[in-house]
């Protein structure tokens, strides 16, 4: 009995090294010692870029938003831009992104088709919707959307750019860049206009 710790001690079943021959000791010992060198020397494995959806029909906010994110994030994102809301479709059916950003009107597959497809396949990941109709009935089904498990925000069009990359920030449970030191916030924070106080 071991004093200290108040429990028995027990023999411990003799190892592939303790078992070995003395010369066979000196080559399982290397062998392990060069083991455990490269596995200190091989580096983590980087995360996988964030991978964005934007689906748009109108050319302005899909070219405003891809150029918002791709210099939020520089190379830690793809972002995949679709005018097609089908061919977008295309791309959701077969693989989980990280983010989906889409209009609700389009004139192929609208946004709330495109959200009732996801209901079914039960997506989880984060979904920005944005409209320029901000209606009591489409706040309602969003409301609907999310409380069935889809992961939905709403924004209104146009959108201010720092309320956008905050919901991003949101969604994606990253840290929201600060003001001061962010290129994108500082470069496209609106300015008034002459006479607006």
């Known amino acids: 009995m071991n004093r200290e710790n108040d429990f028995a001690l027990v023999p411990r079943a003799p190892g592939a090294l303790e078992k070995a021959e003395p010369g066979a000791k000196r080559i399982l010992s290397g062998m392990i010692a060069e083991t455990l060198a490269l596995v200190k020397k091989e580096p983590l494995p980087k995360a996988c870029p964030i991978r964005i959806v934007v689906v748009f029909e109108e050319e302005g906010p899909r070219e405003s938003i891809n150029i918002i994110l791709r210099t939020w994030f520089n190379k830690d ?13 295309q791309e959701l059916a077969q693989t989980d992104h990280d983010l989906l ?4 009107r389009m004139s192929r597959l609208s946004g709330k088709e495109i959200l009732q497809r996801l209901l079914d396949r039960k997506a ?4 920005i919707l944005m409209s320029g109709m901000e209606t009591t009935d489409l706040l309602m089904w969003v409301r609907e ?9 709403f924004l209104n069009l146009p959108f201010n750019i720092t ?8 969604s994606l449970r990253l840290p929201f860049p600060d003001s001061e030191k962010s290129e994108i916030l500082r470069d496209t924070t609106a300015k008034p206009v002459e006479g607006e106080p």
Not at 145 to 153: D, E, F, H, P, Y
């Open 101 to 104: 950003i889409t209009d609700y």
């Open 163 to 170: 309320l956008f990359l905050k919901v991003i920030a949101a």
């Open 77 to 89: 994102a793809t972002v995949v831009t679709f005018a097609d809301s089908e061919m977008a479709w």
């Open 124 to 127: 989880t990941y984060p979904i």
């Open 145 to 153: 959307c999310a409380s069935r498990g889809l992961n939905i925000k």
